[in-house]
């Protein structure tokens, strides 16, 4: 077989979830963007324009959601099996490949360490927006201070989940789930 | 703005949970053995952003509140969150 189950997983849980999730943070962040108010008059959105700012935030928080909990519980628990004692080829144990070479070791330590928790944290708050566009879209775009902190959260996501997905490629270049 | 500084003390949660547990000072337990700890500090800060959540709406329901506090201290709990979770920190509290 070309690919194996665990790999399949690290490339739905990476490529497929993470990229969805990506998209759907800079649609929202476009959305938002996009229909900046031009003055003080608020922006009258159309039935269209507000369903589509819900979908985007609702979509970046369920993809999001998705990204840890199939990390978090498969392909995470498939990074830390232990080698059997004695086991000398470490390839299919990626966490024990990683601590076994210093100069691979941060990649444990510092980069998978990030990314157990803190793509917790982006799909928390991209719940946070996601309620306030689902709920009333108009108010995302025509409160100023509701819309700079929807900005921002989102703006935060993006960036949290970008590094997220580049120390989960550092960590797959050098020990992928095979 | 509920929701909103709810997010911010689920940001909060998440690494309040972990910082403990890497000073040793209280580890959530392992929910899940075969993900780890990891398991049970997160679903504590998610049931914790969530009781935030819940008790922040039904207060503020139908309640003005100052937008500018509320978006400051939602930063500051981000930061504050995404700090305990950043590894080198933990060597200052471990």
């Given amino acids: ?178 | 703005m509920a929701a909103f500084l709810a997010a911010g003390a689920g940001a909060f949660a998440v690494g309040f949970w972990v910082i403990l547990s890497e000073a040793g000072v209280f580890a959530a337990p392992t929910l899940y053995g075969p993900a780890g700890g990891v398991s049970g500090r997160t679903t504590f800060g998610v049931l914790t952003w969530l009781i935030v959540w819940a008790v922040l709406h039904a207060r503020w329901k139908s309640r003005e509140v100052n937008a500018r506090s509320v978006s400051s201290a939602t930063l500051v709990l981000i930061v504050l969150g995404l700090l305990f979770t950043f590894p080198p920190v933990w060597a200052i509290f471990g």
């Fill in chain 1, 1 to 178: 077989m070309l690919f194996s189950d665990r790999s399949l997983w690290t490339m739905f849980h990476g490529i497929v979830l993470s990229g969805a999730a990506l998209a759907a943070l800079v649609a929202a962040l476009f959305f938002v963007l996009a229909t900046r108010p031009a003055g003080a008059a608020p922006v009258p959105l159309t039935p269209r324009q507000a369903r589509w700012l819900s979908g985007a935030t609702i979509l970046a928080a369920v993809t999001l959601w998705l990204v840890v909990i199939v990390g978090t519980y498969v392909v995470f628990p498939l990074y830390r099996v232990p080698p059997p004692e004695g086991a000398t080829d470490l390839a299919l144990y990626p966490r024990a490949m990683l601590l076994a070479d210093p100069a691979t070791a941060w990649l444990h330590s510092f980069a998978m360490e990030i990314k157990e928790h803190v793509p917790f944290i982006a799909a928390i708050l991209a719940t946070g927006v996601a309620a306030v566009g689902a709920r009333n879209p108009a108010t995302l775009v025509n409160d100023p201070r509701i819309r700079a902190m929807g900005i921002t959260l989102l703006t935060i996501c993006l960036g949290l989940v970008s590094a997220a997905g580049l120390l989960g490629t550092f960590i797959n270049k050098v020990a992928p789930l095979q």
